[in-house]
């Protein structure tokens, strides 16, 4: 007997024999169909009765035009999803998901999660992660060249917390789903080079802007499900009250600045989470040269996806003051470093999802500075805690199905603050991006017909 799969269901419930229809259907952008870099792209998704979306099988689509006719542009290592430096989901005005720096925060993902054979595969192929060197692999990506273009896709499970829950999601609200992807700008994702001389090759550089790259060919592709009103209204049946609820990871952002030849830091997070579930964070450059005194050129470096160690020691995670479940700081050498995210992403005990660089993945979590003229696109480290107590059954942001409830840490009356501590001294100045997980329900009122963050 055929049953209703229970990816429709926080937990299993038996049905008879389902009547579905399955489509994809194809959206595009309400205000624009070709736009430079810096524009928002703003979907709606509209409400449809009885009928689910599968993010897992549901995509954006994209095409990118180098317009430069002297320039090239090189995506950095997460590739072209990393152009993208904000993602907000609303529904009815009440904002249900909003990724903030999603360029820093896709390249930290694709460190921890991606293999080298994914990264140079269908990676590289949907979504331009494979750069020409090999040697490259895990710093930079694929280089659209002077005046051609290449169309690029992305499930959507890694724009939203909602789409990331693991389940079908109801279209069936009385309002839509707005959906709006704002493109950095020209210098946001990836890193331009120029051919001569140095003064050529200068005022090449300089002439670039936000329409040097065109956005255009947006397309929303989205895996639907259409039950009878049968079975639709079983499923509603089989939770409390009609509410569906979704179990989902909210990412938040907390941005601060260490600042030069420091021996400790402590960072105040202000996290205000029922359940925060893990904290991830990076360092990015803000000086590079042999002196550490050169300022980052955001046209021609990858300034937002080379991570630096800046001689980090340890760090600690404290909670009102006191170590959450590390009782001793966390040791800052690679080793432990890439131990922890392995545990983080559910990988630890596997032969799989290891840190990946072409040349050396010690090397990417062993950069203390950037010493050269041009940034080296290294970023292996990133320091992860996980924090649910039940790590077994975790799952990760790369893997939404393998995720369930499990239980973090309070902090809604706590003081959250991350503490630091460095070798002799820290490097130069850097910006510290933290990137909070915590435990969102999202539930959608079977009354009002509308989603509602519920925690």
Not at 189 to 201: I, L, R
């Given at each position: 007997?055929?049953v209703?799969?229970?990816?429709?269901?926080n937990?299993?419930?038996?049905?008879?024999?389902?009547?579905?229809?399955?489509?994809?259907?194809?959206?595009?952008?309400?205000?624009?169909?070709?736009?430079?870099?810096?524009?928002?792209?703003?979907f709606?998704?509209?409400?449809?009765?009885?009928?689910?979306?599968?993010?897992?099988?549901?995509?954006?689509?994209?095409?990118?035009?180098?317009?430069?006719?002297?320039?090239?542009?090189?995506?950095?290592?997460?590739?072209?999803?990393?152009?993208f430096?904000?993602?907000?989901?609303?529904?009815?005005?009440?904002?249900?998901?909003?990724?903030q720096?999603?360029?820093?925060?896709?390249?930290?993902?694709?460190?921890?999660?991606?293999?080298?054979?994914?990264?140079?595969?269908?990676?590289?192929?949907?979504?331009?992660?494979?750069?020409?060197?090999?040697?490259?692999?895990?710093?930079?990506?694929?280089?659209?060249?002077?005046?051609?273009?290449?169309?690029?896709?992305?499930?959507?499970?890694?724009?939203?917390?909602?789409?990331?829950?693991?389940?079908?999601?109801?279209?069936?609200?009385?309002?839509?789903?707005?959906?709006?992807?704002?493109i950095?700008?020209?210098t946001y994702?990836?890193?331009?080079?120029?051919?001569?001389?140095?003064?050529?090759?200068a005022?090449?550089?300089?002439?670039?802007?936000?329409?040097?790259?065109?956005?255009?060919?947006f397309?929303l592709?989205?895996?639907?499900?259409?039950?009878?009103?049968?079975?639709?209204?079983?499923?509603?049946?089989?939770?409390?009250?009609?509410?569906?609820?979704?179990?989902?990871?909210?990412?938040?952002?907390?941005?601060?600045?260490?600042?030069?030849?420091v021996?400790?830091?402590?960072?105040?997070?202000?996290?205000?989470?029922?359940?925060?579930m893990?904290?991830?964070?990076?360092?990015?450059?803000?000086?590079?040269?042999?002196?550490?005194?050169?300022?980052?050129?955001?046209?021609?470096?990858?300034?937002?996806?080379?991570?630096?160690?800046?001689?980090?020691?340890?760090?600690?995670?404290?909670?009102?003051?006191?170590?959450?479940?590390?009782?001793?700081?966390?040791?800052?050498?690679?080793?432990?470093?890439?131990?922890?995210?392995?545990?983080?992403?559910?990988?630890?005990?596997?032969?799989?999802?290891?840190?990946?660089?072409?040349?050396?993945?010690?090397?990417?979590?062993?950069?203390?500075?950037?010493?050269?003229?041009?940034?080296?696109?290294?970023?292996?480290?990133?320091?992860?805690?996980?924090?649910?107590?039940?790590?077994?059954?975790?799952?990760?942001?790369?893997d939404?199905?393998?995720?369930?409830?499990c239980?973090?840490?309070?902090?809604l009356?706590?003081?959250?603050?991350?503490?630091?501590?460095?070798?002799?001294?820290?490097?130069?100045?850097?910006?510290?991006?933290?990137?909070?997980?915590?435990?969102?329900?999202?539930?959608?009122?079977?009354?009002?017909?509308?989603?509602?963050?519920?925690?």
């Open positions: 007997m055929s209703l799969p229970d990816r429709f269901l937990k299993k419930h038996p049905h008879s024999a389902a009547n579905a229809t399955s489509y994809v259907s194809r959206q595009v952008p309400l205000n624009v169909q070709k736009a430079p870099a810096s524009t928002t792209i703003n709606r998704i509209g409400t449809q009765p009885n009928t689910f979306v599968d993010p897992s099988a549901s995509f954006l689509r994209w095409k990118v035009t180098n317009k430069s006719t002297t320039c090239d542009f090189t995506l950095g290592s997460a590739g072209a999803p990393a152009l430096e904000t993602i907000n989901l609303l529904n009815s005005g009440s904002q249900l998901s909003h990724y720096n999603y360029g820093v925060f896709r390249s930290m993902k694709n460190c921890v999660n991606a293999t080298a054979d994914w990264t140079n595969g269908p990676g590289a192929i949907m979504q331009g992660t494979g750069p020409a060197l090999s040697d490259n692999v895990g710093r930079s990506g694929e280089t659209i060249v002077r005046n051609t273009n290449r169309v690029f896709v992305d499930p959507i499970c890694n724009h939203t917390s909602l789409f990331n829950c693991g389940k079908m999601i109801s279209l069936d609200t009385i309002d839509n789903l707005d959906l709006r992807y704002t950095g700008d020209y994702g990836g890193s331009w080079s120029a051919d001569g001389d140095a003064a050529a090759q005022a090449a550089l300089t002439a670039l802007g936000d329409s040097a790259l065109e956005f255009s060919d397309e592709c989205l895996a639907c499900v259409q039950l009878d009103s049968g079975t639709a209204s079983q499923l509603r049946a089989a939770h409390p009250e009609g509410n569906i609820c979704y179990e989902c990871r909210g990412i938040g952002r907390v941005a601060s600045t260490i600042p030069a030849g021996s400790a830091h402590n960072v105040n997070l202000g996290l205000g989470y029922s359940s925060l893990a904290l991830n964070a990076v360092q990015l450059p803000l000086k590079k040269g042999a002196a550490q005194t050169d300022s980052i050129a955001r046209v021609s470096d990858h300034n937002n996806s080379t991570f630096v160690k800046n001689f980090l020691t340890k760090h600690i995670f404290l909670l009102d003051g006191a170590p959450v479940e590390n009782l001793r700081h966390i040791k800052g050498d690679p080793a432990e470093i890439a131990a922890f995210q392995q545990i983080a992403t559910g990988n630890f005990h596997k032969f799989s999802g290891a840190v990946i660089d072409g040349s050396s993945s010690l090397a990417a979590l062993s950069n203390d500075t950037e010493s050269l003229d041009v940034l080296s696109g290294k970023k292996g480290y990133v320091l992860s805690q996980e924090l649910c107590i039940y790590k077994q059954k975790a799952g990760h942001w790369a939404s199905e393998m995720s369930v409830m239980e973090g840490r309070g902090t009356a706590s003081s959250t603050q991350l503490n630091l501590e460095f070798g002799q001294s820290s490097g130069a100045e850097v910006q510290l991006e933290v990137f909070p997980e915590y435990r969102q329900l999202i539930v959608l009122d079977n009354n009002t017909k509308t989603y509602r963050v519920s925690q």
